[in-house]
């Protein structure tokens, strides 16, 4: 499989050009268009947080351990915490997810799993979809591409790395058809992949129609 430092590479590259073309010719900001490479540069190491003890397990969770309080900042002041209390909050959230989460995480995922799979790309995007607050609904949507984009980046390339190239006809090796997959050999894993597919699906539909967007379907 491709080490972390392929993946961030290629996934930078696409985020580049992604970012690119957001800008010109669809004509988003230059800030959303650095944003939207950003995101596509993360969504290439999505797939290895199931790995147990790699670099981009360690990076994700320091990066979600201050991110995701930061994000909360606001709705904390707006709930009327004191400043002390929202530096405490703010404190054990980094704490919380940087070992708690990260250690259940680990005890609850099996490397090469459902976090290598095309439902699992389609929850990444979903997930930042939901999650980006901004009016400007097209640029949720250039985001959740985004991060969708790093993601397949990913699957292609672990699924290009199984490709035994040496010798005079490629082979096939083992790990082959694990990356680019839509189910794994565990029912329990599977079927909770598409339910929380289907959750968020249901979501996204539900702030569609809140927003009063004419839905085609
Ligand atoms: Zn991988």
């Known amino acids: 499989m491709a080490g972390f430092r392929t993946h961030i590479t290629v996934s930078s590259f696409c985020g580049i050009a992604y970012g690119g073309v957001a ?31 790699g670099v981009p397990v360690r990076e994700m969770f320091g990066l979600a351990a201050v991110l995701v309080p930061l994000l909360l900042v606001r709705r904390l002041m707006h709930a009327g915490m004191s400043t002390e209390g929202v530096l405490a909050a703010l404190l054990f959230a980094y704490a919380f997810i940087r070992y708690g989460v990260a250690n259940v995480f680990k005890k609850f995922t099996v490397h090469r799993g459902m976090y290598h799979s095309i439902p699992a790309m389609l929850i990444s995007g979903l997930c930042v979809y939901l999650a980006y607050h901004s009016p400007d609904r097209s640029i949720r949507v250039l ?33 082959a058809g694990s990356a680019f997959k839509f189910g794994s050999s565990s029912l329990f894993a599977t079927a909770m992949c598409y339910a929380i597919l289907g959750g968020l699906l249901y979501l996204a539909y539900l702030d569609l129609k809140a927003s009063g967007a004419d839905v085609g379907f």
């Open 23 to 53: 800008v010109q010719p669809l004509g988003f900001s230059t800030e959303a268009g650095l944003l939207a490479a950003g995101v596509t540069a993360v969504g290439g190491m999505l797939p290895d947080l199931d790995s147990d003890s």
């Open 143 to 175: 985001l959740a591409c985004g991060v969708m984009i790093g993601f397949l980046s990913h699957l292609l390339l672990d699924e290009i790395y199984s490709v035994d190239w040496r010798g005079a006809k490629p082979k096939l090796k083992a790990s």
